[in-house]
T-cell receptor
Framework: SQTIHQWPATLVQPVGSPLSLECTVE??????LYWYRQAAGRGLQLLFY??????ISSEVPQNLSASRPQDRQFILSSKKLLLSDSGFYLC??????????FGPGTRLTVT | AQKVTQAQTEISVVEKEDVTLDCVYE???????LFWYKQPPSGELVFLIR??????QNEISGRYSWNFQKSTSSFNFTITASQVVDSAVYFC???????????FGSGTRLQVQP
């Protein structure tokens, strides 16, 4: 069966510091991968998605970037965090246009 | 542009009551998919159901049922005989044909009181 991992689970970072969140999927090959952000009490906003290694599509221009160095690894990064980057970050995977399966999430607080 | 509206921000019911969560969507695509997800307090989104735009049959899974009506662009979710474990935020989402991204509604928080 497929599983999706995210780490860290929680993170507190000062403004201006770098960020690296990691997501890995097991049990499937060539998945579509997604990064979403959920601000407190709000819905989910798609940040990036990837259909293959090195292929990244950005949905919203912002302070973040994503990379996919391996087939089942998806990384969300920032060079300098802003207060507005605080939120709950969720990684998801899917097979083509099928339903998306989400990881446990990373709760990021920028202070 | 695609849009999903969940007008009910929060619903509170007493255990064993039936509850319906509303979802209205907008899209210009003729082919699209609709989804419901559950987000319990732990935060992880749990997939509940996917429907495509060509299948308007209602679906029942245990205490859960879904009513898809293209004429009103709605995809409502009913929980029968609610239980405390049903307490969560429920999201409706839309994926238009040709795109892999999901557009989510703002969610409905369901509180089931014992």
């Amino acid at each position: 069966s497929q599983t999706i991992h995210q780490w860290p689970a929680t993170l507190v970072q000062p403004v201006g510091s770098p960020l690296s969140l990691e997501c890995t999927v097991e049990g499937t090959s060539n998945p579509n991968l997604y990064w979403y952000r959920q601000a407190a009490g709000r819905g989910l906003q798609l940040l990036f998605y990837s259909v293959g290694i090195g292929q990244i599509s950005s949905e919203v221009p912002q302070n973040l970037s994503a990379s996919r160095p391996q087939d089942r690894q998806f990384i969300l990064s920032s060079k300098k965090l802003l207060l507005s980057d605080s939120g709950f970050y969720l990684c998801a995977w899917s097979r083509d246009r099928d339903e998306q399966y989400f990881g446990p999430g990373t709760r990021l607080t920028v202070t | 542009a695609q849009k999903v509206t969940q007008a009910q921000t929060e619903i509170s019911v007493v255990e064993k009551e039936d509850v319906t969560l509303d979802c209205v969507y907008e899209t210009r695509d003729t082919t699209y998919y609709l989804f419901w997800y559950k987000q319990p307090p732990s935060g992880e989104l749990v997939f509940l159901i996917r429907r495509n735009s060509f299948d308007e049959q209602n679906e029942i899974s245990g205490r859960y049922s879904w009513n898809f009506q293209k004429s009103t662009s709605s995809f409502n979710f009913t929980i029968t005989a609610s239980q405390v474990v049903d307490s969560a935020v429920y999201f409706c989402a839309l994926s238009p044909g040709g795109r892999r991204a999901l557009t989510f509604g703002s969610g409905t928080r369901l509180q089931v009181q014992p």
